[in-house]
Nanobody, 115 residues
Framework: QVQLVESGGGLVQPGGSLRLSCAAS????????MAWYRQAPGKQRELVARIRSGGTISYADSVKGRFTISRDNAKNTVSLQMDSLKPEDTAVYYCNAQKLDTIAWGQGTQVTVSS
């Protein structure tokens, strides 16, 4: 059974930084594409960043140059370093694992950017 547990959310001032982490269990982690999504109130869930099993990385245009996704296959974790945070980054952030037709989600962690 796939389990994804996020941590690291919180309240930060504009321009600040946060690091989100996602610990995976129940899967052969290195085989999975991992991603971070976010959902702001009243908006659809959107892809923030993805790191494929082979290491290819992609970002949403809105976070390029500010966010960095990374994975540690030895520790079954994926992280999202978020710098230069803006109020519009406020959302619930979800960890996602995908391989072929298998998709799993974490429970989400709140990130609030406000002064």
């Amino acid at each position: 059974q796939v389990q994804l547990v996020e941590s690291g959310g919180g309240l930060v001032q504009p321009g600040g930084s946060l690091r989100l982490s996602c610990a995976a269990s129940g899967i052969i982690f290195s085989f999975y594409h991992m991603a971070w999504y976010r959902q702001a109130p009243g908006k659809q869930r959107e892809l923030v960043a993805r790191i494929r099993s082979g290491g290819t990385i992609s970002y949403a245009d809105s976070v390029k140059g500010r966010f960095t996704i990374s994975r540690d296959n030895a520790k079954n974790t994926v992280s999202l370093q978020m710098d230069s945070l803006k109020p519009e980054d406020t959302a619930v952030y979800y960890c996602n694992a995908q391989k072929l037709d298998t998709i799993a989600w974490g429970q989400g962690t709140q990130v609030t950017v406000s002064s």
